[in-house]
């Protein structure tokens, strides 16, 4: 294993491989970082690295700096309230929150048609369903979701808010790491439709690593027709966890799973590979798949060293 190999590795977990402290929670991240996982196949994904940087405080203010499809990169450098659609992003957009602070509180991200995407050390949480996904993406590829905190609440019904990360339509080669995903009806769609194969077969390729998911009724994630890789991730209090449909072909390994129901499971013709898990009392059941590996590296950390690696660095837990 090379050391750049292993370098890389570091630079994802940040401070999970240390012991958590008051000081040791928070961890320096490059604005030229590239993405792993299946956001680093297809060219890779760098985001706006070596374009013009632009620091935003304000609605108006992010709006226009993530627009156009120029090399960019977008710091948030608190947080922003408004109760309104998506924001549009570009092509070639980096898109960092300096600190914990940086929250957008109201509304989301939506990429459409785009290539090249870095969403890091962002909160987004709040997102009515007239208003979309907390980070939904349509037609569009190269996507790296990383140390997000996504999540709205459960005081409402399952349709007062939607999806907090659901890659539609073709999308493909997303990977979301690192990340705080809870307190949500419908977490993480990949594919949105039963009936729209034609478009997503042999698309949707999503890797989820080092993520923590926590008091979620549903979609942990849930993925039609595409290929899942879910490694390293810490469930805890989700219903119904990793819903594998209509073909899609998923390896999961490396994960745990502490007071849950469904882990695992199958509706029309789901496929999974799994190993190394900790299920706990959750259930979990699919048929066989094939997928058995991936093109890139990984380190699949082990059942037992997942909650320490993984709990405390998900989520904002980085500084720009």
Request: net charge negative; aromatic share 8%; charged share 20%.
């Amino acid at each position: 294993m090379s050391l750049k190999f292993l370098l890389s590795v570091v630079s994802c977990l940040g401070p999970a491989l240390a012991a958590p402290t008051a000081t040791t929670n928070q961890k320096r991240a490059a604005i030229d970082d590239a993405a792993f996982g299946f956001a680093s196949l297809n060219g890779g994904t760098t985001g706006g690295a070596g374009g013009t940087t632009t620091t935003v405080a304000s609605y108006a203010e992010f709006t226009a700096a993530v627009a156009g499809d120029e090399p960019k990169v977008v710091i948030v450098s608190g947080p922003i309230n408004q109760s309104a659609e998506q924001a549009e992003v570009g092509s070639n957009t980096s898109i960092l929150g300096a600190d914990s602070s940086a929250v957008l509180d109201g509304f989301g991200l939506v990429l459409k048609e785009v290539t090249n995407v870095i969403i890091r050390n962002l909160g987004v949480k709040n997102v009515l369903a007239e208003n979309g996904d907390a980070i939904g993406a349509e037609y569009s590829t190269n996507i790296w979701v990383d140390h997000v905190d996504v999540s709205s609440n459960m005081d409402h019904d399952k349709d007062y808010y939607d999806g907090l990360l659901d890659f539609k339509r073709a999308s493909d080669f997303i990977t979301v790491s690192n990340s705080f995903i809870h307190d949500h009806w419908k977490a993480s769609l990949v594919g949105h439709s039963d009936s729209n194969a034609e478009e997503d077969e042999g698309h949707l390729s999503v890797t989820y690593a080092n993520n923590y998911w926590k008091n979620l009724n549903s979609r942990g994630p849930s993925l039609r027709f595409g290929t899942g890789h879910i490694y390293n991730n810490y469930y805890e209090s989700v219903s119904d966890g990793i819903n594998t449909r209509q073909g899609a072909q998923v390896l999961v390994e490396s994960n745990v799973w502490v007071g849950c129901k469904k882990a695992l499971y199958s509706t029309d013709e789901g496929y999974a590979v799994e190993r190394d898990n900790d299920f706990g009392d959750a259930s979990h059941d699919a048929p066989e798949g094939t997928l058995t590996s991936v093109e890139y590296e990984y380190e699949a950390l082990g059942p037992d060293n997942v909650e320490a690696a993984v709990v405390e660095a998900a989520g904002q837990t980085l500084t720009f």
